[in-house]
């Protein structure tokens, strides 16, 4: 089973950007649909961005415009890079993949200052 490894979280004043990367520990994977969800403290994960293999994206409207996901099929990975950050981007951001079923990494906190 794939575990999903996210890095590139960290704290970031208001209107700055960070670059999250999630890539997959263990041995050789067929990774169909890959992103990212959100959680806020006493929320639901939510949705932030998720790609599939073919590279076909969607966003969460909220994001749209300023996150841009992205992967890279011959390393199994997959990237959201975060422009134009606002306070209410602050959350946990957890990576999935999907192979035979869902797997999530850990999450990787970002902060945004005001």
Same mark, same amino acid.
């Given at each position: 089973?794939?575990?999903?490894?996210?890095?590139? $979280? %960290?704290?970031?004043? &208001?209107? $700055?950007?960070?670059?999250?990367?999630? =890539?997959? +520990?263990?041995?050789?994977?067929?990774?169909?649909?890959? $992103?990212?969800?959100?959680?806020?403290? %006493?929320? =639901?994960?939510?949705?932030?961005?998720? !790609?599939?293999?073919? %590279?076909?994206?969607?966003? &969460?409207?909220? !994001? &749209?415009?300023?996150?841009?996901? @992205?992967?890279?099929?011959?390393?199994? +990975?997959?990237?959201?890079?975060?422009? +134009?950050?606002?306070?209410?981007?602050? &959350?946990?951001?957890?990576?999935?993949?999907?192979?035979?079923?869902?797997?999530? %990494?850990? $999450?990787?906190?970002?902060?945004?200052? @005001?």
């Amino acid at each position: 089973q794939v575990q999903p490894v996210e890095s590139g $979280g %960290g704290l970031v004043q &208001a209107g $700055g950007s960070l670059r999250l990367s999630c =890539e997959p +520990s263990g041995g050789w994977f067929s990774i169909f649909d890959m $992103g990212w969800y959100r959680q806020f403290p %006493g929320k =639901e994960r939510e949705l932030v961005a998720q !790609v599939t293999r073919e %590279g076909t994206t969607k966003y &969460a409207h909220n !994001v &749209a415009g300023r996150f841009t996901i @992205s992967r890279d099929n011959a390393k199994n +990975s997959v990237f959201l890079q975060m422009t +134009s950050l606002k306070p209410e981007d602050t &959350a946990v951001y957890y990576c999935f993949m999907v192979t035979t079923r869902w797997s999530w %990494g850990r $999450g990787t906190q970002v902060t945004v200052s @005001s």
